[in-house]
Structure formats: C-alpha cells, structure tokens
C-alpha cells in the first residue's frame, strides 16, 4: 500500500502523532518531556504555527497545529531531528529516536477540532496511565481549564471560544465535554483516505487548496473552484459579519486568516461564526 502523502496548504489544521522506533520510549522522564516543549516552542515560533492542544505520552505524543504558512514538513524536521539529537546527548545514545515518518492527518476544524482535542487530553486516561485527565500534567488540558498558565505555544482562545464568550464558563464547559468523551467511539471511524479526518466537500475543498501535491495514493476528487480573494468577499457584503461568515464558509481561510483582514480578533471570527449557524 502506498503510503499517504504530506498535504500542505495555508491554514491547514492537523493532528500530528510521533512514536517511537520499535516502540521504545521517547521521554524517559520529565525532564526530556521539558525539554521537548521547549524546542517545540522554538519551532511553533520560527514556523509561525498555532498549536490548539497537545499530550505527550512515553512511545509517542500528540499535537493540534495550524499552520499558516504551509509548512508542516520543514517544522516537524526541525522538531524531530532536534529533539533527537538532544535525547541522545543526554542518554548518551545514538542512532534513530523515532519510529520513520511522523504521521499527520488534515482535520476539517469546523466539525472536528473540539472532538480532536477531547481525544488527545484524554490520552492518558486510556492508556491508564491517570484516572482522571487532570491528573496528567503533559497536556494541554490544565491550561485550557485553567489550572495551568498557558505554555507560550499554546493558543486555547480558539477552542474556549466555541463554548462560550465567558472565560470561566468556557474553561467549565470545556472540562465537561472531555469528562463526556470518556469510553465513547473514537473520531478516527471518520477517517477518509488514510489523510484526511473530514467529509467529502472538505476533501474537495482541501484538495483544491494543495493542487498539485497529491499522488496516486490518494485518489481523485472532483476539484472546486479557487475560492475569492477575501477582498472581494468583503465587498460583495455589506455587513462585515456577512463577510467573515461567507469567508469562512468558503472553506479556504482560517480564523487566523479572517482576523488579521478583518482586523479583529480571532476569537472574534469564532463568535461571529457560531452565532450564523
């Protein structure tokens, strides 16, 4: 079988997953789990990504990236290899930390994001590892609750905004839908091609956006049109809520995207958004 190709395109939202090689640990303590968050802050910020929620086990973590300049590959290489060379330096090993390829899925966020980041706090839980998910402190659910001050490469307004415009009432609501993902069925039953974690209009759509990087591992959709400059969204509305919620409808820009035309905050976008539907 083929193996998926990278898909890469401007605002694309992923889950990214690494193990391993032969399934041996990754982290042997806190302190290479410290160490990698701070090149993966390093990385976050050379690369201009947003990471909406992350957890990092013993064989393998996890993490929620957007990335606005299409540039998933160049910023996992930097990650990957430098973390590596940093683990073995400190164990004095050498050779292979990982497991080949990272593995990367092209999430649509408007209906999976949330249940994305349920399932990746509730990690540890599964695994047995904590009872309870606030128990784990490598994750990014004690930031988003609030227990935690939000680590520099964390962004939580994005998913504490689709709950509530309330800071305190978000972080409580938030920690209610993850207790409810306890025991359920797992978002990857919705998964379509191996690449993508979305419907088929979203694989359309994010086929269109990375024209010309797909092989023949991943078969052909029927392609969209380019979508509009966001100027000529705007002014095709005259309210500028209209125009943020046909811009995001369209399918090609993220709520960074929109905020920074729009001149206002991406949280902003978020409310804007939830309150059309």
């Known amino acids: ?58 064989n393998h973590y996890h ?20 973390y590596t060379q940093s683990y073995n330096r400190r164990h004095g090993k ?31 839980v599964r ?12 994750s990014s659910y004690r930031s988003m609750i609030g227990d935690d001050t939000p680590p520099a490469f964390l962004n939580v307004e994005v998913i504490l905004s689709q709950f509530s415009e309330q800071k305190d009432k978000a972080k409580h609501l938030y920690a209610g839908f993850v207790a409810e993902g306890v025991g359920k069925e797992s978002i990857w039953s919705n998964l379509t091609q191996q690449v993508f974690l979305g419907h088929d209009d979203f694989v359309s759509t994010a086929q269109t956006k990375a ?37 995001y409808q369209s399918g090609a820009y993220s709520y960074s995207q929109i905020a920074d035309y729009f001149n206002v905050h991406f949280t902003t976008v978020g409310r804007v958004v939830r309150g059309s539907r």
């Open 94 to 124: 050498v050779g292979h930390l990982f497991q080949g390829r990272y593995k990367s899925i092209i999430v649509d966020a408007q209906t999976y994001l949330l249940e994305l980041s349920r399932y990746v706090v509730l990690n540890p």
């Open 127 to 138: 695994a047995g590892m904590v009872k309870n998910v606030s128990e784990w402190p490598w």
């Open 211 to 247: 024209r010309g990087s797909f092989d023949s591992s991943i078969p052909n959709v029927q392609q969209l049109a380019p979508a509009k400059p966001l100027q000529e969204i705007a002014g095709a509305h005259e309210s500028r809520n209209d125009a943020i919620v046909a811009a």
């Open 1 to 58: 079988m083929a193996r998926p190709l990278r898909i890469e395109y401007e605002g694309a939202f992923y889950h990214v997953t690494s193990r391993g090689n032969h399934q041996s640990n990754i982290f042997d303590d806190d302190e290479d789990r410290q160490s990698f968050l701070k090149i993966f802050t390093d990385v976050v910020s050379r690369m201009g990504w947003v990471c909406h929620g992350y957890c990092l086990m013993s």
């Open 63 to 82: 993490l929620i990236i957007e990335t606005p300049h299409a540039n998933l590959s160049k910023g996992m290489r930097q990650l990957n290899g430098v």
